[in-house]
Protein backbone atom coordinates (compact mmCIF):
# COMPACT_ATOMS: atom_id res chain seq x y z
CA UNK A 1 0.00 0.00 0.00
CA UNK A 2 1.60 3.49 -0.83
CA UNK A 3 1.33 6.69 0.93
CA UNK A 4 -1.65 7.98 -0.76
CA UNK A 5 -3.84 4.86 0.67
CA UNK A 6 -1.70 4.38 3.93
CA UNK A 7 -4.55 5.03 7.01
CA UNK A 8 -3.70 5.38 10.56
CA UNK A 9 -5.64 2.60 12.14
CA UNK A 10 -4.04 2.69 15.45
CA UNK A 11 -6.49 5.56 17.18
CA UNK A 12 -9.36 3.66 15.78
CA UNK A 13 -8.42 0.28 17.73
CA UNK A 14 -7.32 2.62 20.25
CA UNK A 15 -10.63 3.93 20.95
CA UNK A 16 -12.61 0.96 20.54
CA UNK A 17 -10.12 -1.18 23.11
CA UNK A 18 -11.53 1.72 25.26
CA UNK A 19 -15.16 1.53 24.65
CA UNK A 20 -15.24 -2.29 24.72
CA UNK A 21 -13.14 -2.54 27.69
CA UNK A 22 -15.88 0.29 29.48
CA UNK A 23 -18.95 -1.98 28.55
CA UNK A 24 -17.34 -5.15 29.72
CA UNK A 25 -16.17 -3.56 33.37
CA UNK A 26 -19.37 -1.02 33.83
CA UNK A 27 -21.73 -3.82 34.49
CA UNK A 28 -19.59 -5.35 37.30
CA UNK A 29 -19.32 -1.79 39.10
CA UNK A 30 -22.86 -1.59 38.47
CA UNK A 31 -24.14 -5.03 39.95
CA UNK A 32 -22.34 -3.40 43.27
CA UNK A 33 -25.69 -1.66 43.77
CA UNK A 34 -28.12 -3.89 42.84
CA UNK A 35 -29.54 -2.36 40.60
CA UNK A 36 -30.75 -3.57 37.23
CA UNK A 37 -28.89 -2.85 33.93
CA UNK A 38 -31.02 -2.07 31.69
CA UNK A 39 -30.75 -3.75 27.61
CA UNK A 40 -32.51 -1.20 25.30
CA UNK A 41 -33.02 -1.97 21.59
CA UNK A 42 -34.08 0.63 18.94
CA UNK A 43 -34.56 0.89 15.34
CA UNK A 44 -34.50 4.46 13.72
CA UNK A 45 -35.24 5.40 9.97
CA UNK A 46 -33.77 8.23 8.22
CA UNK A 47 -35.48 9.57 5.33
CA UNK A 48 -33.38 12.83 3.71
CA UNK A 49 -34.25 14.96 0.95
CA UNK A 50 -33.12 17.98 -0.76
CA UNK A 51 -34.94 21.68 -0.69
CA UNK A 52 -32.95 23.55 -2.35
CA UNK A 53 -28.90 23.66 -2.78
CA UNK A 54 -28.10 24.22 1.13
CA UNK A 55 -31.00 23.07 2.71
CA UNK A 56 -31.87 19.63 3.53
CA UNK A 57 -35.05 18.09 5.13
CA UNK A 58 -35.07 14.70 7.10
CA UNK A 59 -37.75 12.31 8.69
CA UNK A 60 -36.84 10.69 12.29
CA UNK A 61 -39.27 7.76 12.30
CA UNK A 62 -38.29 5.21 15.27
CA UNK A 63 -39.19 2.55 17.90
CA UNK A 64 -37.58 1.81 20.96
CA UNK A 65 -37.71 -1.14 23.78
CA UNK A 66 -36.48 -1.90 26.92
CA UNK A 67 -37.94 -5.08 28.33
CA UNK A 68 -35.89 -5.15 30.89
CA UNK A 69 -37.13 -1.79 32.63
CA UNK A 70 -40.68 -2.36 31.04
CA UNK A 71 -41.10 0.56 28.44
CA UNK A 72 -41.49 1.36 24.95
CA UNK A 73 -41.33 4.60 22.79
CA UNK A 74 -42.28 5.66 19.75
CA UNK A 75 -40.36 8.18 17.71
CA UNK A 76 -42.16 10.76 14.80
CA UNK A 77 -39.78 14.26 13.83
CA UNK A 78 -39.11 16.01 10.87
CA UNK A 79 -36.16 18.40 10.85
CA UNK A 80 -33.64 20.49 8.50
CA UNK A 81 -29.89 20.90 7.77
CA UNK A 82 -28.33 23.98 5.87
CA UNK A 83 -25.11 23.63 5.01
CA UNK A 84 -23.15 27.45 5.51
CA UNK A 85 -20.10 25.79 4.03
CA UNK A 86 -18.23 22.36 3.35
CA UNK A 87 -17.30 22.30 7.37
CA UNK A 88 -20.30 24.04 8.79
CA UNK A 89 -23.93 22.88 9.21
CA UNK A 90 -26.42 24.09 11.10
CA UNK A 91 -29.76 21.47 12.50
CA UNK A 92 -32.61 22.16 13.84
CA UNK A 93 -36.11 19.90 13.92
CA UNK A 94 -38.88 18.72 16.28
CA UNK A 95 -39.04 15.27 17.66
CA UNK A 96 -42.38 13.51 19.13
CA UNK A 97 -42.10 10.24 20.98
CA UNK A 98 -45.08 8.42 23.10
CA UNK A 99 -43.69 6.20 25.65
CA UNK A 100 -45.82 3.29 27.04
CA UNK A 101 -44.06 2.56 30.88
CA UNK A 102 -45.48 -1.06 32.17
CA UNK A 103 -45.57 0.09 36.09
CA UNK A 104 -45.69 3.99 35.82
CA UNK A 105 -47.50 6.54 33.58
CA UNK A 106 -47.13 7.15 29.86
CA UNK A 107 -45.25 9.99 29.04
CA UNK A 108 -45.74 12.54 25.87
CA UNK A 109 -43.04 14.47 24.59
CA UNK A 110 -42.44 17.45 22.27
CA UNK A 111 -38.56 17.94 21.88
CA UNK A 112 -37.79 20.98 19.62
CA UNK A 113 -33.98 21.20 18.59
CA UNK A 114 -31.45 23.40 17.44
CA UNK A 115 -27.46 23.46 17.14
CA UNK A 116 -24.64 23.76 14.68
CA UNK A 117 -22.74 20.30 13.53
CA UNK A 118 -18.42 21.30 12.20
CA UNK A 119 -16.32 18.86 10.70
CA UNK A 120 -12.85 19.01 10.98
CA UNK A 121 -11.14 18.88 7.43
CA UNK A 122 -8.69 16.39 7.00
CA UNK A 123 -6.26 13.87 4.45
CA UNK A 124 -7.91 10.86 5.53
CA UNK A 125 -11.56 11.13 4.62
CA UNK A 126 -12.64 10.98 7.85
CA UNK A 127 -15.54 12.54 9.73
CA UNK A 128 -14.25 14.45 12.17
CA UNK A 129 -17.23 15.86 13.97
CA UNK A 130 -18.52 17.80 16.74
CA UNK A 131 -22.66 17.98 16.80
CA UNK A 132 -23.94 20.16 19.75
CA UNK A 133 -27.37 20.45 19.87
CA UNK A 134 -30.07 22.55 22.29
CA UNK A 135 -33.17 20.96 23.07
CA UNK A 136 -36.18 21.54 25.54
CA UNK A 137 -38.12 18.78 26.53
CA UNK A 138 -41.49 19.08 27.36
CA UNK A 139 -42.81 16.35 28.84
CA UNK A 140 -47.09 15.17 29.50
CA UNK A 141 -47.84 12.58 32.45
CA UNK A 142 -50.64 10.98 30.78
CA UNK A 143 -52.14 9.93 34.43
CA UNK A 144 -51.89 13.75 35.22
CA UNK A 145 -51.91 15.50 31.73
CA UNK A 146 -49.74 17.70 34.14
CA UNK A 147 -46.33 19.02 31.42
CA UNK A 148 -42.99 19.46 32.65
CA UNK A 149 -40.10 21.37 30.66
CA UNK A 150 -36.53 20.86 31.08
CA UNK A 151 -33.96 22.90 29.07
CA UNK A 152 -30.93 20.78 27.81
CA UNK A 153 -27.34 20.56 25.87
CA UNK A 154 -26.01 17.69 24.44
CA UNK A 155 -22.34 18.11 22.69
CA UNK A 156 -21.62 15.25 20.48
CA UNK A 157 -17.39 14.83 19.72
CA UNK A 158 -17.16 12.06 17.13
CA UNK A 159 -15.35 10.32 14.44
CA UNK A 160 -16.59 8.15 11.03
CA UNK A 161 -13.77 5.86 9.48
CA UNK A 162 -13.89 4.52 6.00
CA UNK A 163 -12.42 0.97 6.56
CA UNK A 164 -11.02 0.92 2.91
CA UNK A 165 -8.51 3.05 0.90
CA UNK A 166 -8.77 6.80 0.72
CA UNK A 167 -9.97 6.04 -3.12
CA UNK A 168 -12.60 4.25 -1.98
CA UNK A 169 -13.89 6.07 0.84
CA UNK A 170 -17.50 6.87 1.23
CA UNK A 171 -18.81 4.84 -1.87
CA UNK A 172 -21.09 2.07 -2.29
CA UNK A 173 -20.45 -1.79 -1.25
CA UNK A 174 -17.78 -0.17 1.17
CA UNK A 175 -18.21 -0.42 5.44
CA UNK A 176 -17.08 2.67 7.75
CA UNK A 177 -16.40 2.55 11.81
CA UNK A 178 -18.07 5.15 13.79
CA UNK A 179 -17.20 6.11 17.40
CA UNK A 180 -18.39 8.80 19.35
CA UNK A 181 -18.62 10.43 23.11
CA UNK A 182 -22.40 12.87 23.75
CA UNK A 183 -22.09 14.49 27.50
CA UNK A 184 -25.65 15.46 28.05
CA UNK A 185 -25.88 18.85 30.25
CA UNK A 186 -29.73 19.12 32.43
CA UNK A 187 -30.01 22.62 33.09
CA UNK A 188 -32.56 21.31 36.02
CA UNK A 189 -30.09 19.80 37.79
CA UNK A 190 -27.13 21.76 37.29
CA UNK A 191 -25.38 18.26 36.91
CA UNK A 192 -24.19 15.92 33.44
CA UNK A 193 -26.82 13.30 32.96
CA UNK A 194 -26.38 10.94 30.75
CA UNK A 195 -23.21 10.60 29.18
CA UNK A 196 -23.35 8.32 25.96
CA UNK A 197 -20.20 6.15 24.40
CA UNK A 198 -20.86 5.06 21.05
CA UNK A 199 -18.91 2.28 18.92
CA UNK A 200 -20.55 0.89 15.43
CA UNK A 201 -20.22 -0.28 12.31
CA UNK A 202 -21.85 1.03 9.17
CA UNK A 203 -22.08 -0.44 5.41
CA UNK A 204 -22.55 1.99 2.40
CA UNK A 205 -25.41 -0.06 0.13
CA UNK A 206 -25.45 2.78 -2.57
CA UNK A 207 -25.53 6.12 -3.07
CA UNK A 208 -28.58 6.34 -1.41
CA UNK A 209 -28.57 4.10 1.09
CA UNK A 210 -26.62 3.52 4.53
CA UNK A 211 -27.39 0.87 7.38
CA UNK A 212 -25.31 1.40 10.93
CA UNK A 213 -25.21 -0.78 13.92
CA UNK A 214 -24.29 0.48 16.91
CA UNK A 215 -23.32 0.04 20.42
CA UNK A 216 -24.01 2.64 23.19
CA UNK A 217 -22.69 2.58 27.09
CA UNK A 218 -25.11 4.63 28.87
CA UNK A 219 -23.78 6.38 31.92
CA UNK A 220 -26.95 8.45 34.35
CA UNK A 221 -27.32 9.46 37.96
CA UNK A 222 -29.55 6.45 39.13
CA UNK A 223 -30.36 9.31 41.91
CA UNK A 224 -30.11 13.29 42.88
CA UNK A 225 -27.01 12.04 45.16
CA UNK A 226 -25.08 9.18 43.29
CA UNK A 227 -22.35 9.53 40.99
CA UNK A 228 -22.75 8.47 37.03
CA UNK A 229 -22.95 5.06 36.65
CA UNK A 230 -23.15 2.31 34.04
CA UNK A 231 -27.19 1.79 33.91
CA UNK A 232 -28.14 0.87 30.33
CA UNK A 233 -26.34 -1.31 27.18
CA UNK A 234 -28.34 0.61 23.98
CA UNK A 235 -28.47 -1.74 20.69
CA UNK A 236 -29.56 0.46 17.22
CA UNK A 237 -29.93 -0.24 13.63
CA UNK A 238 -30.30 2.93 11.92
CA UNK A 239 -31.49 3.11 7.79
CA UNK A 240 -30.00 6.34 6.09
CA UNK A 241 -32.28 6.61 3.26
CA UNK A 242 -31.42 9.74 0.51
CA UNK A 243 -34.86 10.73 -1.18
CA UNK A 244 -32.78 13.08 -3.76
CA UNK A 245 -29.50 12.25 -5.59
CA UNK A 246 -26.31 13.52 -3.44
CA UNK A 247 -27.70 14.28 -0.29
CA UNK A 248 -25.79 11.69 2.11
CA UNK A 249 -22.74 13.36 0.77
CA UNK A 250 -23.75 16.95 1.40
CA UNK A 251 -25.14 16.25 4.73
CA UNK A 252 -22.57 13.39 6.39
CA UNK A 253 -19.42 13.84 4.64
CA UNK A 254 -19.12 17.41 4.30
CA UNK A 255 -18.99 17.20 0.72
CA UNK A 256 -20.59 19.55 -2.24
CA UNK A 257 -23.01 17.44 -3.28
CA UNK A 258 -23.95 15.51 2.75
CA UNK A 259 -27.18 11.75 9.34
Given amino acids: MNSTTRRPFLP ?110 NEWKWNIYNFTRYEYRDIQDQDTHDWTGIHRLRSRFGAEIPLTSIEKAWQPKTWYALADVEPFYRFDKDTIDPVRARAGLAYIVNNRVRIEFIYHAQFTHPTNESDLEFTDNIFRINIKIALSKGIMQRVFDGGDAGD
Fill in 12 to 121: VLTLASALALGSVCAPAARAENDEPTGNEYRFTLFPYHRINDELTGFGYLGYVNNPDKEYQTGYLGYGASYSLSKSVQFWGGLIGTYTDNENSADKLELRPFVGPKVFLP
